[in-house]
């Protein structure tokens, strides 16, 4: 049977013993670390993993429950895929690595606590369930255990916590057999309570977990203000379109290079009815929201002026201000050129995703049913090269910068916020077209318009001087 195992990389040292004891269990687990070959392209390879699993272990702690970043993404994999099974299947099981709070959005399943004494067979019992509904017949056999190896120094240590019976309360003490503890329960720091323990020293020690571990693949995200960001790396990139694309306007054209001297963060998704409203409720900001927006929380804003946003900018500085710690930073709107770097990457995808459109990966007119859709639905699908989501189709999204001619020059001239003219809007919605999906495609809108079919996201980056 295939197990997914969800988790922060924070937690990557339990996880890892999880692995291993499921492994000799005679399971199949899967562990990035382990199973991520040399060479593969993990936003893409971990989405088909969790959709090819039998069961996902989402892996919980007080580190993990509001840690930015991919495992987020991970668990969004795994809603969908829950989704899709048969009522009452065992498909998505919560559990918890230490005491803590289950998310809301998995309270819907029961959860297993890892650390009770009997968390490991509640778990067990839940993976026999789930292969009988599979019909993959009887759960599998151990093999046998390799005999421990303990150093002189070590073997009365191990043999006080050796088959024990009915468990052992370690509260307020510390165990640890050289550099790795691996065992029918984990070992851990004060008030944890183990059962049928048995301390199994490695052949060669280990080194630190840190710097084992795979690279962080959420180093490059984070939550400020209830907002996740996705780092966009400084660096060159193509802007524009080439003179023979002929799915190009005339406005997208020369295409050339801009070189963005600054890492910016971007948000993840469009900013939603739910994020807009609680600026609305703290702010007293006036504001008519869509008829029924609470049902459709995490669809994007609509109906919102470009000064509507410079304003929920201005007070989402006032939340983020002491969580970013970026000097010279600022939450705005992107830049015309932010936008497109965010959207194509460097070496200029036509979509997204690449250079074929894809009706499955945005909701544009040839895909929708006149309305929009949750920011996360086509991700990571349709995701950019950095991980932004949802920045083709579904709303149109303000950009900070006037509508002017290109070439683009990234001057004072184009980020006047008191100049008069229209302002730049990317990225297409639900009642346009395929070809006003594409990245560098621009339209442009008076600062005063609304529509339902015009939103914004933000970003952190330096300041528009």
Not at 92 to 121: A, D, H, M, T
Not at 364 to 372: I, K, L, Y
């Amino acid at each position: 049977m295939r197990i997914f195992l969800c988790h922060s990389s924070a937690d990557k040292p339990v996880v890892r013993e999880l692995y291993q004891r499921l492994r000799a269990d005679g399971f199949t687990p899967w562990l990035d670390e382990e199973d991520l070959l040399p060479g593969q392209d993990w936003q893409r390879e971990i989405p088909h993993v969790v959709r090819q699993a039998d069961v996902v272990i989402v892996c919980l702690s007080k580190g993990s429950i509001n840690k930015a970043g991919y495992v987020q993404k991970e668990i969004r994999f795994a809603l969908d895929a829950a989704d899709e099974q048969p009522e009452n299947a065992i498909f998505l099981i919560p559990l918890k690595l230490e005491e803590c709070e289950v998310p809301e959005r998995l309270s819907r399943w029961q959860w297993v606590n890892l650390f009770s004494p009997n968390g490991y067979e509640r778990l067990m019992r839940a993976l026999q369930v789930r292969i009988t509904d599979l019909g993959l017949g009887s759960s599998p056999t151990p093999p046998p255990a390799s005999p421990a190896l303990q150093s002189t120094a070590d073997t009365a240590l191990a043999q006080q916590f050796s088959n024990v019976s009915g468990g052992v309360n370690l509260a307020g003490q510390q165990v640890s057999i050289g550099k790795d503890v691996i065992g029918r329960d984990k070992i851990v720091q004060a008030g944890m309570y183990i059962e049928h323990a048995t301390i199994i020293q490695s052949m060669s020690p280990l080194q630190d977990a840190q710097a084992t571990a795979q690279p962080d693949k959420e180093a490059n995200a984070q939550t400020w203000g209830g907002i996740e960001f996705v780092r966009i790396p400084a660096g060159k990139f193509l802007m524009g379109s080439t003179d023979d694309n002929k799915l190009a306007a005339n406005d997208e054209k020369p295409q050339f290079t801009i070189d963005l001297a600054y890492d910016y963060w971007m948000a993840r998704y469009p900013v939603t009815n739910e994020q807009f409203a609680r600026f609305v409720e703290e702010t007293g900001y006036r504001f008519s929201p869509e008829k029924n927006w609470k049902k459709t929380g995490d669809h994007p804003v609509v109906n919102v002026t470009w000064h509507d946003a410079l304003k929920y900018c201005s007070w989402m500085n006032t939340l983020v201000a002491s969580e970013t710690q970026l000097m010279k930073a600022r939450v705005r709107l992107p830049t015309e050129a932010e936008w497109e770097k965010a959207a194509r990457g460097e070496k200029g995808n036509e979509w997204p995703w690449g250079n074929v459109f894809d009706l499955n990966k945005c909701n544009s007119r040839v895909s929708s049913n006149g309305v929009s859709t949750p920011v996360s639905r086509y991700s990571p699908y349709g995701d950019s090269p950095y991980g932004v989501a949802d920045l083709a189709g579904n709303v149109w999204e303000w950009c900070h910068s006037l509508y002017q001619p290109y070439p683009y020059k990234p001057d004072k001239s184009r980020e006047d916020e008191a100049a008069s003219g229209t302002r730049v809007l990317r990225g297409g919605s639900f009642v346009y077209d395929q070809g006003s999906t594409r990245c560098p495609f621009r339209l442009n809108d008076f600062p005063g318009t609304r529509h339902e079919y015009i939103g914004f996201r933000v970003v952190v980056a330096p300041m528009l001087s």
